[in-house]
């Protein structure tokens, strides 16, 4: 079972894979695009065997021909997926209004919350995140 995890740049999916994985696989940073091509590696649970795709960070107008190439294939993984886990990164949540085209693979989409801090704005963020994304 194909599992792709998208989000914005530094939405924290990297770090997710690795946490999954129990090891650093993918390189994580605080710079925006350091994943800019994919990783996949297989994990088993309980018997069932998923393919974890680790993608490039999805934004809009990027000037890097690179970056924009890991775009269309996150973009392509995602379509091709039997799961996508859309990452959310709470404490930035600007331009996630970007990803309603997920709106097309909702049978299939889970939207993961990253980066919750008790005590931060993240009720706000998250209430205006789910009125966008379910109108």
């Known amino acids: 079972m194909s599992v792709a995890i998208i989000g914005k740049p530094n939405a924290g999916k990297s770090t ?7 090891e650093e696989r993918a390189i994580g940073s605080d710079i925006a695009g350091t994943t800019r091509d994919t990783i996949e590696e297989t994990l ?44 959310v990164d709470l404490l930035n949540d600007e331009g996630e ?6 709106h097309d693979f909702d049978e299939k989409t889970i939207t993961v919350y990253n980066k919750y801090h008790p005590y931060a704005r993240h009720h706000a963020a998250l209430q205006k995140y789910k009125k966008a994304c379910w109108q």
């Open 97 to 102: 209004e970007k990803f309603n085209w997920l």
């Open 44 to 87: 088993n649970i309980n018997g069932v065997l998923f393919r974890l795709i680790d993608t490039a960070g999805i934004r809009e107008h990027s000037k890097d021909v690179i970056e924009n190439k890991g775009i269309e294939r996150s973009k392509a993984n995602a379509a091709k997926a039997d799961i996508i886990l859309h990452v």
């Open 16 to 22: 997710l894979l690795n946490a999954r994985l129990n």
